[in-house]
């Protein structure tokens, strides 16, 4: 299955809106089914802001070590989903290998949580 990312405000606006939420210790998973059932990709997005993680480096990592955990399990995604992975907590002082270890964690129990992986 195709993996395509969210880049309109407007569409993050709009799952963020109008989505369910799942929280965990670092990360919000906002997940909302697509209008048209026939969309054969997963739509992802990001949220990381500055205050939270103040290092563009960290910044870019998070988002690989997410956009990766998605690829990663591609075959097993629900199709037709829109999903905004958001960071809430501040991941300033959590070292990097540990910060990984546990964004995966969490994406693995949210993401089955929500069910939008089979």
């Known amino acids: 299955m195709k993996t ?7 569409e993050y ?4 809106k109008n989505s369910k939420k ?17 969309q054969p990709f ?8 500055k205050k939270l993680a103040p290092a563009a480096t960290q910044r870019n990592h ?5 956009y990766g955990f998605f690829n990663d399990r591609k075959n097993f995604l629900v199709p037709g989903t829109l999903n905004v992975v958001r960071l809430v907590r501040s991941a300033r002082d959590i070292p990097k290998r540990l910060l990984s270890k546990e964004l995966r964690e969490e994406l693995e129990k949210l993401t089955m949580r929500a069910g939008i992986i089979t």
């Open 13 to 16: 606006l709009d799952i963020l």
């Open 62 to 66: 998070i988002k690989r070590v997410i």
């Open 42 to 49: 997963v739509r992802i997005g990001t949220i990381i802001t």
């Open 22 to 38: 799942w929280s965990g210790k670092l990360i919000c998973l906002y997940c909302q089914q697509a209008e048209s059932q026939e």
């Open 4 to 10: 395509e990312h969210v880049k309109k405000t407007k």
